[in-house]
Each structure stands twice: as structure tokens, then as C-alpha cells.
T-cell receptor, first 112, second 117 residues
């Protein structure tokens, strides 16, 4: 069945460090891929998305590239800030749109 | 403003006392869903609905009921709450368009924190 696997956290980085959060998926056909972010005390909100192979989603300095050959959608940011501290969820919708599938979430702590 | 509204935001109740968490969206979305979030377990889907009068079980439906009588509303009903249903609940909605359109983005409510004693 369809699924999303992302690296376990928490991830602790110093401000201005490089961030990578790994996400791999299992799905038939060509799913749409997403990263959602949950700031403390809030609901989830869309960070970025990609709908086809080799697409790059980007927002707020974060990027992720849809890699069909490695079934991956890793989240990256070149220089994290304290305000990026949050929980990040990787997600997919299968090509037939029956439901959304979420990874388990990765908590990011950024220290000054 | 386009949004998903959940109520109540916080609730403390006792075992066995029926409760309903309401969810309403103003975006004319076809798809609506309920999730629960627990420490170490991530986000788990309870029920979802592809349209009015169409609902399906998610990963953890036991102890919950839902209904979709109108497009905008998708209430979550706990007929006889138990302590293991203490959790943070999220409602979310999305259009249900062709996969390639890029329109299928989930919009989440702010969450409802439920404590069952």
C-alpha cells in the first residue's frame, strides 16, 4: 500500500546550519508530494508541494525535489533560523486521490 | 477568509459522556477528514469523506462516528469517550480535483485538545 517514511527526530541544529529532513515514499503511479509544517500550538499548514517527477517545490527558503528514481522528497534549507523550530510532516496523495498519507513527523529544534 | 473552523478548541470531559467536535469549512471543498495527533505516533486518520453522504474509515476509526449531511460540515462524534481518546484532534479539507492540477492541498483547522478523565 501507499506510505510515507520520514526520518525520526528530534533534529537539533544551531542557527544558520544546513537542514535536511529525509522523506521516502511508496506509491503506485505518480503521487503528489507535500511538506507540511506545524508550529508550536498551531495546526498544520502547507510548506511546499510538487505534483510530478523532477518538480522542485520551494517556500520560505525551504526546497524539496520530487525524485521518482529514488522515491524521495527530501526537505532542505540552507540556513535555518530559530523561527523554523517546528514539526515537519511529509505527505502524499496517490494518483487516484483516495486519501492523504502522512509521515510520522520530524521535530526540528533550532538553537541560537 | 478561507478557513476550517473547529469547536471546541479545548474540552475536558468524563468517561462515557457523549460529545461532538464540530468542523466547518467555507471553501466549498469536497474532501474532509479528521486526524488525531499523539506524541510519538504522528498524525493518524480517523475518518474521511469524499463528498456529501460519503464517508470512509481511516486508520483508527474505533470509538468515533462522523456524518456528512452538508458539504461544509463534518462533525466528529464520540458516543462514549474513554481516556484513550485523550488527544489533539484536527479537521482538514481539500478540493478533490485531478491529481495533476496541484489543487489538492489540505487546509487544517487549529485543532481541538480533548481530555477524557
Amino acid at each position: 500500500g501507499d506510505s510515507v517514511t520520514q526520518m525520526e527526530g528530534p533534529v537539533t541544529l544551531s542557527e544558520e546550519a544546513f537542514l535536511t529532513i529525509n522523506c521516502t515514499y511508496t506509491a503506485t503511479g505518480y503521487p503528489s508530494l507535500f511538506w507540511y509544517v506545524q508550529y508550536p500550538g498551531e495546526g498544520l499548514q502547507l510548506l511546499l508541494k510538487a505534483t510530478k517527477a523532477d518538480d522542485k517545490g520551494s517556500n520560505k527558503g525551504f526546497e524539496a525535489t520530487y525524485r521518482k528514481e529514488t522515491t524521495s522528497f527530501h526537505l532542505e534549507k540552507g540556513s535555518v533560523q530559530v523561527s523554523d523550530s517546528a514539526v515537519y510532516f511529509c505527505a502524499l496523495i496517490p494518483y487516484n486521490f483516495n486519501k492523504f498519507y502522512f509521515g510520522s513527523g520530524t521535530k526540528l529544534n533550532v538553537k541560537p | 477568509e478561507a478557513q476550517v473552523t473547529q469547536n471546541p478548541r479545548y474540552l475536558i470531559t468524563v468517561t462515557g459522556k457523549k460529545l461532538t467536535v464540530t468542523c466547518s469549512q467555507n471553501m466549498n471543498h469536497e474532501y474532509m477528514s479528521w486526524y488525531r495527533q499523539d506524541p510519538g505516533l504522528g498524525l493518524r486518520q480517523i475518518y474521511y469523506s469524499m463528498n456529501v453522504e460519503v464517508t470512509d474509515k481511516g486508520d483508527v476509526p474505533e470509538g468515533y462516528k462522523v456524518s456528512r449531511k452538508e458539504k461544509r460540515n463534518f462533525p466528529l462524534i464520540l458516543e462514549s469517550p474513554s481516556p484513550n481518546q485523550t488527544s489533539l484532534y484536527f479537521c482538514a479539507s481539500s478540493p478533490a480535483r485531478d491529481r495533476g492540477s496541484g489543487a489538492n492541498v489540505l487546509t487544517f483547522g487549529a485543532g481541538s485538545r480533548l481530555t477524557v478523565l
